[in-house]
């Protein structure tokens, strides 16, 4: 038996970019392609968009097991690596890739335990540290190995973890014995700690930070 179909949800709001993604991945059996905006409920794996939720979208979004948010955008930088985490994607890809990179990125952001984008963010240039002070204001709390202020609990920490596993909410509570909205109140608390806009772009910090597990492992 092959790999699974995947099947993937076209947001995306340049009409050229959309027909150049819609035309590479008709051309790949393992993609079914869907279309609509991203306020369209699309029973997809995967999400591709070229430009941030409005702040109401993203939340509705950060409640969603699926789609995940792959967003394509210019040349990989620091600056389209932090646009990428502040609109919650799971991975970056250049409008420039060719058919295998995106197809390859796709795959991975429906079936990688932990988000590719944190790879990218932890293997960005010394640019990145000015990224970094935009991502996040460092809070007055606990420090790590690094002497970096750490403001999240113990508690939080893991929680945080295995939302960069990309487990939603409820799968959370059942792993460590909280209730769904237990768990997604941390997740407010969080967010409001890290400074940050959604699940994926907290544990982008916190990851960039070092506050999670080494990005290898997740």
Not at 172 to 200: F, S
């Amino acid at each position: 038996m092959g790999p699974r179909r995947i099947t993937v949800h076209l947001a995306i709001s340049d009409s050229e970019l959309e027909w150049n993604a819609l035309s590479v991945l008709g051309r790949n059996a393992r993609f079914s392609v869907v279309k609509g905006s991203i306020g369209y409920a699309a029973e997809a794996d995967v999400r591709i968009i070229d430009q941030p939720p409005d702040p109401d979208q993203a939340r509705a979004l950060d409640e969603l097991t699926p789609p995940r948010l792959l967003f394509l955008g210019d040349v990989e930088s620091d600056a389209m690596l932090l646009r990428a985490a502040r609109a919650g994607a799971w991975a970056f890809v250049a409008v420039s890739a060719d058919a295998q990179t995106l197809g390859a990125a796709i795959s991975a952001v429906a079936e990688s335990a932990g988000s590719p984008l944190l790879k990218q963010l932890a293997g960005s240039n010394a640019g990145s540290e000015a990224v970094l002070g935009e991502l996040s204001t460092p809070n007055v709390g606990r420090t790590d190995e690094n002497g970096e202020p750490n403001p999240l609990t113990d508690r939080e920490t893991e929680i945080l973890e295995l939302i960069a596993r990309g487990e939603p909410s409820k799968s959370i509570g059942d792993m460590v014995g909280l209730g769904e909205q237990t768990i997604k109140n941390y997740v407010l608390k969080i967010l409001d700690k890290t400074h940050t806009r959604n699940r994926a772009h907290a544990a982008a910090v916190a990851a960039q930070r070092g506050w999670l597990s080494p990005v290898e492992s997740l």
